[in-house]
């Protein structure tokens, strides 16, 4: 589940971004839309007109600390970083220029990178069936049946008390849960946001097919009463 893994994502530009806060963010979605729009799409890795690849979620997230900034080289940076040969790579960049370069930061970093980092989960958890799957398992999901499209199965089980997430950093008491434990683990948090969303589009997914089947089974049983008297 890191966000090093070599899963690609699509981040939309003002459409999904505005879906992005959550309530553990004091970001407006209008600064959440401006994480996600400002930067991305000047990237040579554009996917469409409405959204923009990245090689992964580190990549996405690195790259919009400088995203929408007027200096020239953030505009470069942002672009290098969203363009960089790996995620480790992505990361080095960013962190390197955060500490050497913080003039090129965007202002409102402090208080919108909890809904950049959202938004990129949000995406990958949804869009890439193993990580999708390896996430549910926390939550002690079982899947039966076979997948629809969005490789969501027919039948869901999921364990009474799921999982606890904790990023095990012992340098990153924001992100992690620090060398002492008592860090705030908002990349953990994040990820239990995300499998919560899940699990409830499982459920709905269940119920609406449960609807569905019993629909057709009264038409079956109508069919077979008027056939009955003709």
Not at 25 to 54: I, L, V
Not at 130 to 147: E, H, I
Not at 178 to 200: A, K
Request: aromatic share 6%; glycine share 8%.
């Amino acid at each position: 589940m890191s966000n090093f893994s070599p899963h690609p994502i699509c981040v939309l530009d003002r459409a999904a971004a505005g879906d992005s806060s959550s309530s553990s963010d004091s970001s407006s979605s209008s600064n959440t839309a401006a994480a996600t729009s400002s930067g991305a799409s000047s990237s040579s890795n554009s996917a469409s007109s409405s959204g923009h690849e990245y090689p992964s979620v580190e990549h996405f997230y690195q790259s919009q600390k400088f995203a929408g900034a007027s200096h020239p080289d953030a505009v470069a940076l942002a672009e290098q970083i969203a363009s960089a040969l790996s995620p480790e790579e992505a990361a080095q960049l960013g962190r390197r220029a955060e500490r050497k370069r913080p003039e090129l930061v965007r202002p409102d970093w402090s208080t919108i990178k909890r809904s950049v980092m959202l938004a990129a989960l949000r995406e990958k958890y949804k869009r890439h069936v193993g990580p999708r799957a390896m996430l549910l398992s926390t939550a002690g999901v079982q899947v039966a049946g076979a997948p629809s499209g969005n490789g969501i199965a027919s039948s869901v089980s999921v364990a009474a008390e799921p999982a606890v997430l904790i990023e095990n950093s012992p340098h990153d008491k924001y992100w992690g849960q620090g060398y002492d434990g008592l860090g705030q683990n908002w990349l953990g948090q994040l990820l239990m946001q995300v499998r919560g969303e899940l699990l409830q589009e499982l459920q709905q997914q269940q119920q609406q097919q449960q609807l569905s089947q019993q629909h057709q089974q009264q038409q079956v049983l109508l069919s077979g009463s008027l056939n009955g008297f003709s």
